[in-house]
């Protein structure tokens, strides 16, 4: 596994590196496909944010999905513990979650169970460029800061959940392989999901 550290404003010494890659090895052992270990060290200068004022995120490359933690704390050494156990957590899930759904008690996916209540009907959706060049953003909040794509390989809603949850997001964007439609899951109150679909 490949391991990059890198701090944003700053400095890294060289034992911090090398306590960072001690503490991700135990991890790789919950998954041995992990190619890369982006690991960024942020510090907050907000006075009153002194007790998690040190942030670290890790975002592990894997084959499939990417898993992505992060974590704050008064000093680095802290930060990173609670990270590594976030990650650690994420990929025995993972794992727990790949022996349930490949063993021989493969629970109804969610698809199967909620198919035959929806009728799939094809939908074309046009996809924009973004701003025209006479259109600029405009300064301030409410403004578009960021922007991700994203492969639109077709998967299961089931597939879709297990990303959403190695990822660690509230949604998950994706195209559906039953209808093609796009769709997003999403986690709801009481350890619920939901699911949203573009139908025409």
Request: proline share 6%; net charge negative; glycine share 6%.
């Amino acid at each position: 596994m490949e391991i990059v550290v890198r701090g944003r404003n700053v400095e890294v010494p060289d034992h911090y590196r090398q306590h960072v890659a001690d503490k991700l090895a135990r991890v790789e052992r919950y998954d041995h496909r992990i190619i890369r270990a982006d690991v960024e060290l942020l510090h907050e200068k907000n006075p009153r944010q002194s007790e998690i004022c040190q942030r670290v995120e890790i975002t592990c490359r894997v084959r499939g999905p990417v898993v992505r933690v992060e974590a704050s704390a008064a000093d680095f050494y802290k930060a990173l513990d609670l990270a590594v156990e976030r990650l650690a957590r994420k990929f025995r899930q993972a794992a727990d979650r790949r022996r349930v759904h490949h063993g021989r008690h493969t629970p109804t996916s969610v698809a199967a169970a909620t198919g035959a209540l929806i009728e799939p009907e094809p939908v074309s959706v046009a996809a924009s460029d973004g701003l025209a060049e006479d259109n600029e953003p405009p300064d301030g909040p409410g403004r578009v800061v960021r922007e991700k794509e994203h492969p639109a390989k077709p998967m299961t809603i089931d597939q879709a959940l297990f990303e959403m949850e190695l990822v660690g997001h509230d949604f998950y964007l994706f195209a559906d392989a039953e209808g093609g439609h796009p769709s997003v899951v999403y986690r709801r109150k009481g350890y619920d999901y939901g699911v949203i679909r573009l139908v025409e």
